[in-house]
């Protein structure tokens, strides 16, 4: 149960987010709603569509397509006041990638696919919701910049296989992956601390 209100919360936080992107592009109402959903969801549907699960998740618990709607909602009319809370949007984004990475990791593991690909299903999940928002925004995903944000869900998952040899309990592995991928984000905004850029000026 803490885990579904976790994931809901992360939910909740990729739509908003999703809405405050483009209204900032002022889109139309149905354009806000598609760019929320594919952020709280997008990720997970390429993660299911590529393991080979049909339908996806979200068509399968009609409580994350209510979610949506009613965050979008939710951002919309509530917009200007949460222009003061980005930092909490911020948060429940860094605990939504924490979870997600696991959940990724965990359904790479009961399709019995390679450590390896796990990690990389596992960041997919958390990461590629944002990049398909924005992708259709015309900005160029986050995780493709210097900042930390893949690289948090790649050492989380890593971490995560490196427990694997001593902890039985997966719930230790959960909670212990996600807080590693929350806790490394957090420390890289906090500490302005980035990936370096192969970009080199001219005048250098």
């Given at each position: 149960m ?26 139309d ?20 569509v ?9 068509m ?39 979870l ?12 019995n696919?390679h ?21 259709l ?28 040899h ?12 996600g ?26």
């Amino acid at each position: 149960m803490f885990f579904q209100t976790i994931d809901i919360l992360g939910t909740i936080a990729f739509a908003i987010s999703g809405v405050l992107v483009a209204m900032n592009k002022r889109m139309d109402p149905f354009g806000v709603l598609i760019i929320a959903f594919v952020t709280a969801v997008g990720g997970g549907t390429l993660r299911d569509v590529m393991v080979g699960v049909e339908p996806v998740s979200w068509m399968r618990n009609m409580t994350y397509v209510y979610v949506i709607v009613a965050s979008t909602i939710f951002a919309v009319v509530f917009r200007n006041q949460l222009k003061h809370l980005r930092r909490s949007l911020f948060l429940f984004d860094t605990i939504g990638i924490g979870l997600y990475t696991v959940i990724g990791i965990e359904t790479g593991l009961v399709a019995n696919l390679h450590p390896v690909i796990c990690v990389f299903l596992g960041t997919m999940t958390a990461c590629f919701g944002g990049v398909i928002r924005d992708i259709l925004c015309n900005d160029i995903p986050v995780i493709f910049r210097k900042e930390i944000y893949a690289t948090a869900c790649i050492l989380g998952g890593f971490t995560y296989f490196l427990l694997l040899h001593f902890l039985e309990d997966r719930n230790y592995l959960f909670i212990i992956a996600g807080l590693v991928v929350i806790i490394v984000r957090i420390l890289a905004v906090r500490f302005k601390i980035s990936l370096p850029s192969l970009y080199k000026n001219e005048d250098d």
